[in-house]
């Protein structure tokens, strides 16, 4: 019989003992909540960890340090908890957006699509798994989550510009166009976007738009490196603002020294018709080298545009017993179109 009361005893005790414990549990849980609603966040964060140290399973407990651990910005303990609650509660669909978007924080694409795709119901499943794509260089899977996001939400500036990047990526660059330019109206501090856009803009021929998206970039703060410059500048001249594209072209010739821009110019203003300006560069290149036979060449050709056929012929066959490679543009000359 008193055996039977010890055993009686002892449960009664160890019930109590693990009652008094999730009764702690319970209190500092309850007051890492009123701490948290009062914005102390490091107070309730302490209060959450002794629940934690009372209950091991206390999910909730990890959620709420978690998110108090979010609005002080200490990541590592953010995720820590809410991979421990995700442990405790795999089908928690705060738990997984919340990791869905750590992840992606923490620039781990696999793990932030793995959780996306985990996350039913979630508005942002979709946008996170395209642009993870996206960083992973799957560009077909990204182009398909990413045009269901546009479509949800057209006003998403980084998803506008991430399909851009998708099709610049695989070289449809006319399907690029309209993302790019949603999202450097949406966002326009965004100033590298509209480079990129200037620069999309120049490979479609389109030099006007370029010129403008190259000059709202530099607006917007975007630095004007010899880079920018030299497409820009090129940009100008396509678009017929000769003096303007000159100006920068030459600037950075005065920096850089690279003949070849000057050859540039001379052939640009050639194919725009603009004689006199390019037998200016053309001049240039000479002085620089009596034996510049392209220089020559394009000299003659540039001559006989401008009507004195005799001495840019002269000119031509000049530059061809210099350069005896040029003989295979005179086939081709007849029309004079073929400027070096």
Known sequence: MKIILSIVCFFAVHQTYADSFIDSSSFYYSKGIAEKNEKRFLTA????EKAIAFNKNYAEAYIENGLANKEMRKTDQVKTNFLKAYELQPNNVQII????????????WDKAAEFANKCVGCENAERIIGLCN????????????????????????LVNY???RTYMDIEMYKKAVPYF???AALNPEKNAWAYELGLL??????????????ETAAKNGYTTSNDFNENYGYSLLYS????KGEEKLVSIYQKKGNKEMLRDLAQILYEQKQYDRSLDYCQKLLEADSKDAKALYQAG???QKMGQKDKGQGMCDKAIEMDPSLASKRSKSMDLSGAL
């Open 162 to 164: 991430t399909l851009g």
């Open 45 to 48: 964060s302490a209060n959450f």
């Open 134 to 157: 996206y960083e992973n260089e799957n560009y077909m899977a990204a182009e398909k989550f990413l045009l269901k996001a546009v479509t949800k939400n057209p006003n998403d500036a």
């Open 201 to 214: 803009y120049y490979n479609n021929n389109n030099y006007r738009s370029a010129v403008t998206a190259f």
């Open 240 to 243: 017929g603002q000769y003096a």
């Open 301 to 303: 050709l540039t001559f």
């Open 97 to 108: 957006k919340e990791l869905t978007n750590l992840f992606y924080d923490y620039r781990q």
């Open 181 to 183: 330019e949603k999202a």
